[in-house]
Every structure is written in structure tokens, then in C-alpha cells.
């Protein structure tokens, strides 16, 4: 773990960054990363896997910075819309 390592030189910062986040959040003080509201979902069948990256997709969206998820250059959302991505996409 990070905090507990000697030879990392940014425990320090780390450690006063994730007891701020804590108190902000009024989580408890475990120093916890992800939130609580994180949870695994089985992609195990291709409907679920679309509908995730459809979620996933769609995260610029929400966030307010395109109106349409083709639109945002860093998501693979303009390779499955015909667009040029930054990257090569490989299709399942």
C-alpha cells in the first residue's frame, strides 16, 4: 500500500489528500479511494456489455461538457458512431 511504504516520497501528501477527502465527504477516516457506491456488474452477455458502454459513453454527457457522446474526442463513442477515433478500436 502506498501510505505504508517508506520509499514512496508522496505518502505524506497522499495521506493528508484521502483525510481531507474523508472529512469533506463526511465518510469515515478510513482513507478509503473509491466510493462507496461503486459495485462490479458481470458483463457476460453482449447486451450488457452495449448497455455499460452506453453508460459509459454517455459520461460527458452528464458531465455537461458535449451534447452528444460522439463529440467528446477521448471516448471510443465516435469509433462505434463512424467517426475517427484517437485510437483503433477493436470491435467484439
Do not use: C
Not at 14 to 39: C, D, P
Not at 45 to 56: F, L, N, Q, V
Not at 69 to 84: C, P
Amino acid at each position: 500500500m502506498i501510505l505504508e511504504n517508506p520509499q514512496e516520497s508522496r505518502r505524506e501528501w497522499l495521506r493528508m489528500i484521502f483525510e481531507y477527502h474523508a472529512v469533506f465527504t463526511k465518510r469515515s477516516g478510513n482513507l478509503q479511494f473509491w466510493t462507496h457506491e461503486n459495485h462490479a456488474i458481470e458483463l457476460y452477455r453482449p447486451e450488457i456489455i452495449e448497455s455499460r458502454m452506453k453508460y459509459i459513453h454517455e459520461n460527458p454527457i452528464r458531465a455537461g461538457w458535449v451534447e452528444n457522446a460522439e463529440e467528446y474526442l477521448y471516448s471510443s463513442a465516435r469509433n462505434y458512431s463512424g467517426l475517427k477515433g484517437l485510437i483503433e478500436v477493436d470491435y467484439w
